[in-house]
């Protein structure tokens, strides 16, 4: 079996932290999207930087409760 390299781990755990911030602000912009304050801008931050890659139209998306995905 072949050693792995401690880069190779950096670059891993690097990349999984990154996939795991990615999904958890899919899922924090409709839980939080009522909130007051700093998560409220969380949510908001979050719809900005995914309508960027989604259209986010209401009818053509997922919905949490009442609220729509960060994406679609």
Known sequence: MAEVKRYQKVIYF????????????????????????????????????FSKSCHQIDDRSFHLGLYKYGVC
Request: hydrophobic fraction near 55%; charge should be negative.
């Open 14 to 49: 690097a990349i999984l932290a990154f996939c795991i911030l990615w999904c958890a602000a899919i899922l924090i912009a409709p839980l939080w999207h009522d909130s007051p304050g700093v998560r409220g801008t969380i949510s908001e931050y979050s719809y900005s930087f």
